[in-house]
């Protein structure tokens, strides 16, 4: 099975790379783009015994720092599977 971890920074905590990209964007006469956050997108493969408890205590515990970062939990079907 095939899951993603999306985890992106909370509200009100500073992303300086987001600030960097969103700068950049700017000088390269990208228009209309008001702000940047930015984080990062895990992948698992994991076997069909591994619960939906299992998975958000590995996000707890190591993949996302939830004081300071949200995550979000996807498992993914063939037909998202196959659009990527």
Do not use: W, Y
């Amino acid at each position: 099975m095939k899951i993603r971890i999306f985890v992106t920074l909370k509200n009100g905590v500073l992303d300086p790379q987001g600030k960097a990209i969103h700068h950049a964007l700017e000088n390269l006469d990208f228009k209309g783009v008001n702000d940047v956050r930015a984080g990062k997108l895990i992948e698992l493969d994991v076997d069909e015994s591994t619960t939906d408890s299992d998975i958000e205590k590995m996000c707890t515990k190591l993949l996302a720092n939830t004081v300071i970062e949200n995550f979000e939990i996807q498992k993914l079907t063939e037909q998202t599977i196959e659009k990527s």
